[in-house]
T-cell receptor, first 113, second 111 residues
Framework: NAGVTQTPKFQVLKTGQSMTLQCAQD?????MYWYRQDPGMGLRLIYY???????DKGEVPNGYNVSRLNKREFSLRLESAAPSQTSVYFC????????????FGPGTRLTVL | SQQGEEDPQALSIQEGENATMNCSYK?????LQWYRQNSGRGLVHLIL?????REKHSGRLRVTLDTSKKSSSLLITASRAADTASYFC???????????FGKGTTLSVSS
């Protein structure tokens, strides 16, 4: 099992460009999450999907959109990237929301110039 | 806003010593989880303690939970250089739909 995979690992964008971060899990988990991690800020929840077909905003959703394509895949889209979105992005999945451990992907390091 | 806050922010110890880090949270919880993050990697789940438990062990890890004080502690005994990492506590948001992580404690273990 690969667990949680994320692509790409690194990305550099110019201000105003768009891109989609991909995430997939092979553990048959119901819930998936997108976080961003900035120095000194810990992890902050961007969006989550409690189950296939549902998505909800987290703590810092502005500037992002998500799609739960199917049970395995949960993508994060930046429509018009801004320097403030320079961060490391982590995808995670869990079997049952907050009642079980979350499994994390290796992260995507994004720089917006 | 952060639900859990770790203390201290940074901790430096020698191999063989014990490391203790603390987590305080604000609202009632169903469980509290601890995660480890090695530099440049994703988070890895260490241990989950439920609200009706007071102490839990896993190998060299010991976690305590005091719901009356809304606090938890993570003790790593006989630390090794490989324990060098950041450690995060996590609790549920008020809706019970997602985990909220603290800012973490950075542990450095030198040999």
């Amino acid at each position: 099992n690969a667990g949680v995979t994320q692509t790409p690992k690194f990305q550099v964008l110019k201000t105003g460009q768009s891109m989609t971060l991909q995430c997939a899990q092979d553990m048959n988990h119901n819930s998936m999450y997108w976080y961003r991690q900035d120095p000194g800020m810990g992890l902050r929840l961007i969006y989550y999907s409690a189950s296939e077909g549902t998505t909800d905003k987290g703590e810092v959703p502005n500037g992002y959109n998500v799609s739960r394509l199917n049970k395995r895949e949960f993508s994060l889209r930046l429509e018009s990237a801004a320097p403030s979105q320079t961060s490391v992005y982590f995808c995670a999945s869990s079997d049952l929301l907050v009642y079980n451990e979350q499994f994390f992907g290796p992260g995507t390091r994004l720089t917006v110039l | 806003s952060q639900q859990g806050e770790e203390d201290p922010q940074a901790l430096s110890i020698q191999e063989g010593e014990n490391a203790t880090m603390n987590c305080s949270y604000k609202t009632s919880i169903n469980n509290l989880q601890w995660y480890r993050q090695n530099s440049g990697r994703g988070l890895v789940h260490l241990i989950l303690i439920r609200s009706n438990e007071r102490e839990k062990h896993s190998g060299r890890l010991r976690v305590t939970l005091d719901t009356s004080k809304k606090s938890s502690s993570l003790l790593i005994t006989a630390s090794r250089a490989a324990d060098t990492a950041s450690y995060f506590c996590a609790t549920a948001n008020q809706a019970g739909t997602a985990l909220i992580f603290g800012k973490g404690t950075t542990l450095s273990v030198s040999s």
